[in-house]
């Protein structure tokens, strides 16, 4: 398969008068193309920061890029200037957030504002982008698109603006699509609508999707690959089935133990995680879950784990993994999930610092 | 429940929102329902659909259009002496969606958590007011050092406990609970609603959770009831109604919420709501009517025979 | 790969009451508020300016051995030496200590015009905002009908009415001034009383006066506070401008207007004589603005992590 975009040890950090906050502390990943990525994690993990530090789209100062490439098509976002990157935004790349009214500008018709990226990056004329703008609202399924193109975004619904967002989105047919918590604001019977039609697109497109969101449950829906991210790192990744039917680290463990379940009648107590994420001005030493971990042991609170690999395309970075490590019993939601997946590896093995 | 005891009935309420123009929005539009004592009644609806009218309304945040709410018998929006209106309001509390927003940020949570204690006067001397404070932090699973700091110290997890303390503070029978999770992350929606559960158990208290959240919801009720545009279209146990819900609007909600389990969602089949499948002539009475025992759906004289047959 | 001692992979006991603690020392939102605001240095600067010319207002006049009203015909217009400092005017009198005399008028008034502002504005604007509905109608819709009365024939009527002195030029200055203040709590307190924790105190049972002056009001201090810091110096300002139209305060009382208004008629001789208060006012009103402004930085809650 082919990577698309390749992230490498990348470290952001925001200056505040607090402090330094270490936002993103180490994170690589890559897409292939053609896939969609989820990004889970809570507030505060550094899930949207990553995504925005691909688009280049946070504010420095504050924002700092340490360390870390970013590269997208054989070229490194991380050293480009804001020129340059100008051009790749919105074409090579489109993005799409989380609240459609603040992300569509008010005083600007809808079909226009499709027409601008048209114009500008594919360098159509007029009359071309118009006709074009109406396609792509009709692609994205908005009705009448003739009449919509030239209605503002407040005469159009929660969805259909969101629909009309990733119309903007994909209207110079980016390569990337990074959509960060784009259904969170919609309500359900919306945001499987939105999905449904993300995941259309995506097959009609062949766009590479990065998807930021909390919600397991649209993880499953419409994820090929997971990240896990917690406190600045990413702590497990793998393809969707491994990380719902064999998960590992003991983060992940207890977010899908969180969640009841809707099938069961199950009304024992839900296993909660305690605690609260840590404050990344100072990040603690070791594991960063180690607080929070009922599985924690002595080591965590000393030594950093190192990435393991558990199968060709699943890793997870805990010591649970490792020889040494006693074994343990995942919380008892968690273990009516797993399954034998036959492509694990017979031991887990250390990813070396060099790979 | 062997026998079950009205904390709360709900008569008829409808609450319309004046817009300008001589035009109003029917947010609440005629709603029926009990709560019983000791119960978990969850609400659930999509974003404007009333849900969370209806339960300012019960607590009178604001005055209802029409309509009656009665706890323990005694109507809520009746003129009352301020000191039956105190006493009623001390019965009745409130757990807020925005653990940002509903937390004053300019005071401290010993402040915060004493608000009722002050208004209603029940601590007599400083001692005993900053005791309860502290048991009231306790009960919450926070600590005393935490008494003295300011909301934006904390949390979203800790401020909605805190939350939840400034309730429990006048020790009241019934709380409506208003998206308390919607806004937190997952890892921390547990640790809400289990402590939800537990002062549940421990307190006997009455709750009404508003959610969109509906596998939150349905974990947490007893019953659940089913909003749309101000109506209230089913209700029935929380049981009952996943495994059989009736209305197409309840079955087009229950088809969208996505799992966390990919396989499910590969072979996901979504039924979409038209409100004119229908078919209901003009005028045509729409009422509440009981299918199943404690089942109630909102339909037509033709549907509820139709329903009648196919499910019981 | 390094080896590892077992024993560092026993299980760990957890403290989880641990994970509730707060790391950070606490900080009230004032405390922050004076941190940033420290960092600040236009605004500190303009802090030290204030204090200094309060200092001079309080201190100033007893520096010299000369009183304020006290003519010295012998000494007219004199240009400022080690004798008289900033110079004399055209009565003999010392600049000097008449500009620190009319310093603690002018910073009498602008304090006092304020100050009533203040409290006309946050309670006609609080009720107003808080009241809503055709409470709010009507005491706004005063507010606008004596906004719109020409100022200048308010005050100038006023002034025939009650006569010129200290108490009537305050009263010309607050009898729209409260208006602005007015506004912008009314404006905060409509933002607010939506807020959660304002509908939690209502379901508490909390009665109006206690949502007003524990929810609503600390929460709308920023603003206020920065309204009242940027009208201490438009108040001074329009002293000196009545003073200009001679509309100040009697002689012999000399305020920086009224100083600046007798300096204009001899600038091209005794240009001193003008320079000195004038200086003042700018400098007064530089101060005032500077820490408004880095006051309203300072709360900015954009800023705040």
């Not at chain 1, 989105?169 to 993300?198: F, G």
């Not at chain 2, 929380?238 to 389990?261: C, F, G, M, Q, V």
Request: one cysteine or more; charged letters at 20%; aromatic letters at 8%.
């Amino acid at each position: 398969m082919e990577k698309l975009l390749e992230v490498k040890d990348l470290q952001v950090s925001f200056q505040t008068y607090g402090g330094e906050v270490q936002a993103v502390r180490g994170v690589s990943f890559h897409l292939n193309k053609g896939e969609t990525l989820a990004i889970v994690g809570e507030s505060g993990s550094g899930k949207s920061v990553t995504s925005q530090t691909i688009m280049r789209l946070i504010p420095t100062p504050p924002g700092k890029i340490k360390s870390g490439q970013i590269i997208f098509n054989g070229e490194d976002l991380a050293k480009k200037t804001d020129k340059e990157m100008e051009a790749i935004r919105g074409k090579d790349i489109g993005m799409i957030f989380q609240d459609p009214m603040t992300s569509l500008n008010p005083t600007m018709k809808v079909g226009h504002q499709i027409m601008e990226v048209l114009v500008k990056h594919l360098k159509m004329d007029k009359a071309a982008a118009k006709e074009r703008a109406i396609e792509l609202l009709r692609l994205v399924g908005i009705p009448f698109p003739e009449k919509r193109v030239n209605q503002y975004p407040h005469e159009f619904s929660g969805g259909m603006r969101q629909r009309a967002m990733i119309a903007v989105a994909l209207a110079s047919n980016p390569k990337l699509l990074i959509a960060d918590e784009p259904t969170t604001a919609l309500d359900v019977t919306i945001q499987a609508q939105i999905l449904e039609l993300m995941k259309d697109l995506q097959k009609k497109m062949g766009t590479s999707i990065i998807f930021i969101t909390h919600d397991l449950g649209v993880v499953a829906n419409v994820a090929d690959r997971v990240a896990v991210m917690y406190a600045g790192k990413i702590v497990e990744m793998g393809t969707v089935d491994e990380i719902f039917y064999d998960p590992r680290h003991p983060y992940t463990w207890g977010l899908l133990a969180s969640m009841p379940s809707l099938d069961s009648d199950d009304k024992s107590e839900l296993a909660a995680i305690p605690g609260t994420p840590p404050d990344l001005t100072n990040p603690p030493k070791g594991d960063a879950f180690a607080p929070r971990n009922p599985y924690a042991m002595k080591i965590d609170f000393e030594l950093e784990p190192p990435m393991f690999k558990i199968s060709d395309t699943h890793y997870a970075a805990t010591w649970l993994l490792h020889p040494d490590a006693p074994k343990v019993e995942p919380p008892e939601a968690v273990k009516k999930r797993l399954r034998q997946l036959s492509s694990n590896y017979p031991q887990p093995v250390i990813v070396k610092e060099s790979e | 429940m062997a026998e079950k005891q009205k904390l709360i009935e709900i008569k008829n309420l409808k609450q319309y929102f004046p817009v300008g123009h001589g035009q109003v929005i029917k947010a609440v539009d005629g709603v029926t329902f009990d709560i019983y004592k000791g119960e978990t009644l969850g609400l659930v609806g999509e974003s404007g659909c009333g849900k969370s009218t209806t339960g300012r309304t019960i607590i009178g945040l604001y005055q209802a259009t029409s309509g009656e709410v009665l706890f323990n018998g005694v109507s809520v929006h009746a003129k009352k002496t301020s000191q039956e209106l105190k006493q009623l309001k001390r019965k009745m509390q409130m757990i807020f969606q925005d653990p940002y927003a509903s937390l004053n940020p300019r005071m401290t949570v010993a402040d915060i958590i004493a608000e009722g204690i002050d208004i209603h006067g029940l601590a007599k001397t400083k001692e005993e007011r900053m005791k309860r404070v502290y048991e009231l932090l306790e009960t919450v699973g926070l600590n005393r050092e935490h008494a003295n700091r300011y909301p934006h110290e904390f949390s979203g997890g800790q401020r909605q406990r805190i939350g939840i303390a400034r309730a429990l503070a006048v020790e009241p029978e019934f709380i409506i609970a208003d998206e308390p999770i919607s806004a937190l992350d997952v890892s921390i929606q547990a640790q809400v609603v289990n402590l939800m559960k537990k002062l549940q158990r421990e307190k006997g208290l009455t709750y009404l959770f508003i959610a969109h959240d509906l596998s939150m919801v349905k974990y947490i009720s007893d019953r659940i009831g089913v909003m749309y545009f101000g109506k209230m279209v089913e209700l029935a146990e929380a049981e009952e109604l996943y495994r059989n819900p009736i209305h197409p609007y309840t079955k087009a909600l229950l088809s969208a919420i996505p799992l966390p389990d990919p396989e499910t969602e590969r072979v996901r089949r979504r039924t979409v709501y038209d409100p004119s499948q229908h078919n209901y002539k003009e005028g045509e009475p729409l009422e509440f009517r009981e299918i199943t025992p404690g089942h109630f759906v909102l339909c037509s004289e033709d549907e509820y025979k139709k329903y009648k047959a196919m499910y019981s | 790969m390094q080896q590892l001692p077992k024993e560092m992979f026993q299980p760990a006991s957890v403290d989880l009451s641990e994970a509730e603690k707060i790391s950070k020392p606490s900080l009230s939102f004032w405390k922050d508020v004076s941190i940033r605001f420290r960092k600040n240095k236009l605004a500190m600067f303009g802090l030290v300016l204030l204090i200094l010319l309060v200092f001079m207002a309080i201190f100033g006049p007893h520096m010299t051995k000369y009183d304020y009203s006290t003519n010295d015909l012998m000494n007219t217009n004199k240009p400022p030496s080690a004798e008289h400092w900033f110079g004399t005017d055209d009565l003999g009198r010392d600049i000097f200590t008449r500009t620190w005399y009319g310093a603690r008028i002018s910073l009498f008034i602008g304090l006092a015009a304020a100050l009533i502002d203040l409290f006309i504005g946050v309670l006609w604007g609080g009720i107003a905002g808080f009241r809503g509905g055709r409470t709010d109608d009507v005491m706004m819709r005063i507010a606008d009908i004596l906004w719109a009365v020409p100022y200048l024939l308010l005050v100038i009527l006023l002034m025939v009415v009650l006569g010129q002195g200290l108490g009537t030029m305050i009263l010309a200055m607050t009898i729209t001034g409260w208006i602005n203040m007015a506004r912008i709590v009314r404006g905060q307190v409509l933002q607010l009383k939506s807020q959660e924790y304002v509908l939690a105190a209502q379901t508490l049972g909390a009665n109006t006066s206690r949502i007003m002056f524990k929810h609503l009001i600390p929460n709308a201090m920023g603003p206020i506070l920065v309204t009242l810091t940027l009208s201490i110096p438009s108040a001074i300002f329009t002293e000196a401008f009545l003073s200009y139209l001679g509309l100040g305060v009697p002689q012999p009382l000399a305020s920086w207007g009224t100083m600046a208004s007798e300096g204009v008629q001899a600038l091209q001789y005794y240009p001193w004589r003008l320079f000195f208060p004038a200086t003042f006012i700018c400098l007064t009103i530089f101060a005032f603005n500077v820490v408004g402004d880095g006051l309203r930085d300072a709360l900015d809650p954009r800023l705040r992590k």
